[in-house]
């Protein structure tokens, strides 16, 4: 995608990314250059407008930061300068890794990633958790720590801290030891899976009252920007109301590139709460049994309470992790 240009040594650091994984980390990156945000907040159509726009600065030579999260990592082909990736598990940093200076396009030796990890803006030592720490260990019933893995791999590939490395020690020696030892963490917990143990036993009491993800629902919100997108929206309702099932899986496909998913953590929480007070998708009165409800609506013209340009639908609260 987009042309690739030849930079001179001077060129080195235009286009910079920031891969994070906490929400109000992105908006409080306000960097004194032209800036782009990247997330599943903002909608699929004005990520794909926020690419090509992507391109278009890097072929006009225009420094910019896009921040993002880990979204980045899925089949975007944008190359970087610089890439700066907060702490994860070493495959999705090779990822990640893997968009700056992509094909050597700018110089053999130019083109640096920086791992950092961010803290928690919490002051409270008691729940101060650094985002990283809540995606990838924060929850994980199987106890396996990834990011101490990503630790030890470095350490065992002898990667330090503060030190540049050539690419093939991270991505080759490092990801080879990270991946041997996931292996084998994995295969421990196999042995001593208490649903292994379950399904083993046709114990049924204990496999209905097993999850094997978190606890999470998310709210769908249609968040629409003009009145054509309102009208889409209102198609669908009415296909829904009139058990229009075909017609209403057909406009919920051509619809999902307005749509976003908020996952809500509990029922009871303040982004529940939010998100409960826009407008259903279908009424409950007049819901079919099998609808969905938690379904949402955000019409043009409302008071952008829930919504900024740069950064898209932001209901959650900031201590939300995608």
């Known amino acids: 995608m987009g042309k690739?240009?030849?930079r001179r040594p001077s060129e080195f650091g235009q286009e910079t990314l920031v891969v994070v994984h906490a929400e109000d980390a992105i908006t409080k990156s306000r960097a004194h250059l032209d800036r782009l945000y990247l997330s599943t907040r903002v909608r699929a159509r004005d990520r794909t407008a926020?690419?090509?726009?992507?391109?278009?600065?890097?072929?006009?030579?225009?420094?910019f930061v896009l921040v993002s999260t880990q979204l980045i990592e899925a089949g975007v082909d944008v190359s970087f300068d610089r890439v700066f990736r907060d702490l994860a598990p070493l495959d999705s940093v090779a990822q990640?890794?893997?968009?700056?200076?992509?094909?050597?396009?700018r110089h053999p030796d130019h083109g640096r990633v920086t791992v950092w990890q961010l803290d928690d803006p919490d002051e409270d030592p008691r729940?101060?958790?650094?985002?990283?720490?809540?995606?990838?260990?924060?929850?994980t019933g199987s106890g396996l720590d990834l990011l101490t893995r990503t630790r030890e791999a470095l350490a065992d590939a002898g990667v330090e801290t503060d030190t540049w490395h050539g690419e093939d020690r991270v991505t080759e020696d490092a990801l080879d030891v990270y991946q041997e030892s996931v292996g084998e963490s994995m295969d421990a917990v196999s042995d001593d899976d208490e649903l292994l143990e379950a399904y083993t036993d046709a114990n049924g009491r204990r496999l209905r009252g097993a999850s094997v993800i978190d606890q999470t629902y998310s709210f769908e919100v249609y968040v629409c920007r003009t009145e054509a997108d309102y009208e889409a929206v209102e198609?669908?309702?009415?296909?829904?109301e009139s058990?229009?099932?075909?017609?209403?899986?057909?406009?919920?496909k051509t619809l999902a590139d307005i749509r976003v998913s908020i996952p809500v953590y509990r029922p009871d929480s303040d982004v529940a709460g939010r998100l409960r007070g826009l407008p259903a998708l279908v009424p409950a009165d007049r819901r079919p049994n099998d609808a969905a409800e938690t379904e949402r609506v955000y019409p043009p013209g409302s008071n952008d309470a829930y919504f900024d340009v740069e950064t898209g639908f932001e209901a959650a609260e900031v201590s939300q992790f995608l």
């Open 4 to 6: 690739r240009h030849k």
């Open 50 to 63: 926020l690419l090509t726009t992507a391109e278009e600065l890097i072929d006009a030579n225009v420094p």
């Open 96 to 105: 990640v890794a893997g968009r700056c200076n992509r094909s050597y396009e």
């Open 127 to 139: 729940t101060r958790t650094p985002p990283s720490s809540a995606v990838y260990v924060r929850g």
């Open 235 to 240: 198609r669908l309702r009415d296909a829904i």
């Open 243 to 252: 058990y229009e099932f075909g017609d209403a899986a057909a406009l919920r």
